[in-house]
């Protein structure tokens, strides 16, 4: 246990130290991919959280903590008081020994049925002569005559061959929440309730010290730039943000992490991955986003989304996550076809729609997002090849492109209004076309 937090403490050291060193405006640092309950790793699942003596122990002292009282379960003793996930189940060690034990007992068992069965054998056969000698030493030990069996009667069969009804149930690895449950309707609702809390937040309590580490870096970079700072590494250090990746399932019916008090501890992002294939479902996505949206407003988090194309309805998706202030769209995945099963390379109406798309937003970022150019857009032709079909216009926007422009020691374009200088545009060009027969 004592490992857990030098582990986690490590990994937040690490994440940090690299993003602080990209000479990007801001980070978007994905913890894990389909997020889930930290207990699905353990031997039992979510049933540890029941079975364990110290998550029992830990899940009373969670309840302790919001005040809650006895009475209010209608509980005799703080002993009943225990995760619904699991709140019967052994532990996995238990199981493990008790099958154990359960086979070693089958095996006895059916030793000992043989040897009475063989024994029974020596009894019935007619040996030949000299044969009887033996019969006098008999090599296996014998039995009373009335505890012979006779396999006609059913009664007396003693041997289980993996019959369950013998052996001690093996405790399901997943068990509902809630089976035999000791208190009324009202307090096993209410013991339902911790427990899925519970759940959520001894998962959530995993990334705490990476959310709140991230918001010292963003806060010293804040302050840095409210001082009116632009050059020092704090200030120009990257924002950094780090979510764990959701599926695209807000109800706890579907996944035991909660959309919501998830939020209050782990991550200043939330994403999401639009996985789902069913058109029935897409509408799901506008609710989702407006998650996104209340946690944007009303916890200062970031939002963002995997738009997976295959997955159906890009443009729609994308407009879902926009219009309610996504500042982070992923287009999942690129290819090629071949890499794996979910890119969109390869398919020219996704293509087209996922280009439609982005015309869309790029028309849109002002209005939406108040953006403005990081610098004026400059046409720059260049020269992609040797044949003059293969010229292209290339516009530099605000990502850079593949080639770059020539910059002084502040990292401003360089400009020649001459047009004199060898490596300037028209001149590439003249000395290129010089070559030229057209
Ligand atoms: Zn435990």
New binding site residues.
Partial sequence: MAAIPARVEAAVEALVRTARAMPVEQVWGRTVDEIGSVFDG?GEGKA??GA?P??RE?FRAYVRGFGVTLSEFGARDWEQIRSTYGYDAKTYAQVRREEAEARDARRRALTEEVERRVESLLQETAWPTGVADLEEKPAHRGAPDDEVTDPGDPDDEVIDRGDAAAAPAATPRRQPAGDGLPFDRHGNALLRYYSARFNNDASAGLFEPLAKAIAAENEAKRRALARGDTESPRARQAWIYSFALRGNTFLLGGHSLDFFNWYRRADNAMVYETSNRDPRVWQWDGYLCDVGRAHTLRLGKQFGIYIKPHRGAPLQRLLAAVSRGATMIFWYTYGPAWRKGDSFSEDRYMLLEIHKAARLLGEAEHVLYGAEWAVPAIVRYGLTGFGVREWKIELAVKSPPAWAFQTDANGVVKKDKTLSDPMCVLQLLKKHTSRLTV
């Fill in positions: 353990a540890h959280m364990c110290h998550c830990a």
